[in-house]
């Protein structure tokens, strides 16, 4: 048998140290490929990570199941906004959750699931939360990305304000009339200082000083005269509220100090000779009993009282609404629906905040239950506050106003 030699075996051992390294390279390269094809399951901030168990990671097939029956808080952090999945809870901005921390659960063992578009914005919003002592907070890994992947889709609220406040405005099914005249022949609007206070369009001119058989219709432009104008009607009408409400009754000596009755400066001389004291809508003593069990119902963002008892101006003018729509006979259901209308452009980003709770929730604001949003739940100060910090900002509108109490 011949003798192989060393420098033979030498030779061996170094082509298979060469397949070896070959294979490895292969091998990492395979890996590599895998890996970007799946960027969404293996996204992470931290590379060592692909070392250990990751309990920061929720699939986007494990996060359809847990939608299913939801029970935890759901957070879009991505900033723009780019659209969210369903059933979100509130949207805070991934570098803005430590000023925005109210938002957040206050129990802080809550199960929370944060999202952004592909999973960087959330992978840092994750460890944010983390340090604010949240002990149970996972990511979705390829954010709304590997959602979209899985046929899921994701809404866009972008264009919600369209829906919820037209720019060409909307109409209310009850005509003016002739109140103005009549309010200005009465003393309870004066002329002068009402055109002071309003800078007036030809058309305001006509109602407020011929009268007009046109609906009311109210947009954004004409907000202020729709509320100054309603506003004086609710004031001198005579009605079942200022009798058995609380400002006929334990807040009568008071009366005179709200901002709805105090606070209205455009009449000729004091304000409080005119309250409840005119029969510019001749109403039966049921109208004025239904005008009393609906004003018990509607809220307005800027007190916290119901319009059955109007201590602002939004709530007189709301009053008034309601007033002349019970005169005109029409139900319940169209009535709230109006008055929400209303509401809508006089607290503008209130309601679209509301309108993105229920969104979120799979329902549309046209399909809104009218008489649930003006109940205190969500249209008092106190509900509209609670409905904010859930809903956090609008991500699709940064800056938000509300609306104020003034002529």
């Known amino acids: 048998m011949k003798k192989i030699s060393l420098r033979y075996l030498d030779k061996i051992s170094h082509m298979h140290n060469f397949v070896k390294i070959f294979f490895l390279f ?11 094809k799946n960027a969404d399951t293996f996204q992470t901030v931290n590379p060592l990570s692909f070392f250990r168990p990751n309990n920061d990671a929720v699939s986007a097939r494990t996060l359809t199941g847990m939608l299913k029956n939801k029970n935890f808080t759901f957070i879009n952090v991505h900033t723009p906004y780019e659209g969210e999945i369903e059933k979100t809870d509130t949207f805070i901005p991934y570098d803005q959750i430590v000023a925005n921390s109210g938002s957040l659960p206050k129990d802080k063992n809550t199960l929370i699931i944060l999202y952004c578009k592909s999973g960087r914005m959330s992978a840092e ?4 939360v983390r340090k604010l002592g949240y002990t149970n907070v996972r990511h979705l890994t390829g954010g709304m990305d590997a959602w ?5 889709s994701v809404i866009d609220l972008s264009n919600l304000e369209t829906q919820v406040i037209p720019a060409s405005g909307v109409e209310l099914p009850v005509s003016w009339g002739s109140i103005g005249p009549r309010l200005i022949a009465a003393g309870v609007i004066d002329e002068t200082k009402f055109r002071q206070a309003v800078k007036l369009t030809p058309e305001q001119e006509e109602i407020l000083t011929r009268g007009s058989e046109q609906k009311i219709r109210i947009t954004a432009a004409n907000s202020q005269f ?3 104008l309603l506003w004086a009607l609710g004031l001198a009408q005579k009605s079942t509220v200022y009798d058995q409400g609380p400002m006929g009754k334990e807040y009568k000596k008071d009366a005179a100090n709200f901002s709805s009755t105090g606070g209205w400066t455009l009449a000729r001389g004091n304000a409080m000779q005119y309250l409840n004291t005119l029969d510019l809508m001749k109403l039966t003593p049921e109208q004025h009993k239904r005008v009393g069990d609906i004003a018990q119902n509607v809220y307005r963002p800027c007190c916290g009282n119901s319009t059955w008892f109007p201590d602002c101006n939004h709530g007189m003018a709301a009053l008034a609404a309601i007033e002349l729509m019970v005169a005109a006979n029409l139900d319940d259901k169209t ?6 209308t ?3 452009y006089w607290f503008s980003d209130t309601y679209l905040t509301i309108a993105t709770h229920f969104a979120r929730q799979g329902v549309s604001w046209q399909n809104v239950d009218a008489k649930m949003v003006l109940g205190k739940d969500y249209s008092s100060s106190q509900g509209a506050q609670e409905i904010k910090r859930k809903v956090g900002p609008l991500p699709y509108k940064p800056e938000q106003k509300g609306g104020g109490c003034g002529a």
Do not use: C, H, P, Q
């Open 26 to 36: 292969m091998a990492l390269l395979l890996i590599g490929f895998f890996l970007g």
């Open 125 to 128: 919003a994750l460890e944010t």
């Open 148 to 152: 979209k992947r899985t046929g899921s």
């Open 226 to 228: 729709v509320v100054d």
């Open 335 to 340: 009535i709230y629906k109006n008055v929400v």
């Open 342 to 344: 209303l509401n809508t």
